[in-house]
């Protein structure tokens, strides 16, 4: 079946590395988005991967493993502010379409 | 530059009564997208419009859901008769160029109460 899966919850101290990972099987494949979402504001892009490997942007990176389904969100220096869900979107089709996963969240203690 | 806005923010409504949601997409976008989350579930697609035609339709649930975007800017979502389990919060996002590799901007989203 077709499913995107990711932790349900993740927490971490502020200055450290969280990475969360999120694995999924969909009827097509067009890239990898993460969003960040903080409680009742809407989905804020991050990152988006279509071929494999590393990208980075700040403090922020993602990974891609196409053949093994696999992605992953790098959060660096933690600060307060990152604490929010993190969403795992595969783009489906060439119109953009997004198959969304549960969300991460991220917690982040002093 | 404004972003996505959807309106009302929160709207609490009895069963078989009718709802309309509202999205404005950023300007010049001529990609709009209708995404819901239900309760402890993921952000599923319901539909996609390119300009004022709907390109793809296929996540809507049921004839109770009719969307529109006449002329091409705005877009309207409704639920005619709503019932319990249409409750959770509708989201609209826009591109400027169809496909995965432009980033949907999201509104705020719209959390339905259906009692």
């Known amino acids: 079946g077709q499913n995107i899966d990711q932790p349900t919850e993740m927490t971490a101290t502020e200055g450290a590395i969280v990475q969360i990972n999120c694995t999924y099987q969909?009827?097509?494949?067009?890239?990898l988005f993460w969003y960040q979402q903080h409680a009742g504001e809407a989905p804020t892009f991050l990152s988006y991967n279509v071929l494999d490997g590393l990208e980075e942007k700040g403090r922020f990176s993602s990974f891609l493993s196409r053949s093994k389904g696999y992605s992953y969100l790098l959060l660096k220096e933690l600060q307060m502010k990152d604490s929010a869900s993190y969403l795992c979107a595969v783009g489906t089709d060439s119109w953009g379409k997004l198959q969304f996963g549960a969300g991460t969240q991220v917690v982040v203690t002093p | 530059e404004a972003g996505v806005t959807q309106f009302p923010s929160h709207s609490v409504i009895e069963k078989g009564q009718t709802v309309t949601l509202r999205c404005d997409p950023i300007s010049g976008h001529d990609n709009l997208y209708w995404y819901r989350r239900v309760m402890g579930k993921e952000i599923k697609f319901l539909l996609h419009?390119?300009?004022?035609?709907?390109?793809?339709e296929s996540g809507m649930p049921n004839n109770r859901f009719l969307a529109e975007r006449t002329g091409g800017t705005y877009s309207t979502l409704k639920v005619q008769p709503a019932e319990l389990e249409d409750s959770g919060v509708y989201f609209c996002?826009?591109?400027?160029?169809?496909?995965?590799?432009?980033?949907?901007?999201f509104g705020p989203g719209t959390r339905l109460t259906v009692l």
């Open positions: 969909t009827s097509g494949f067009n890239g």
């Open positions: 996002a826009s591109s400027q160029v169809a496909g995965s590799a432009d980033t949907q901007y």
């Open positions: 419009f390119v300009k004022e035609s709907k390109q793809d």
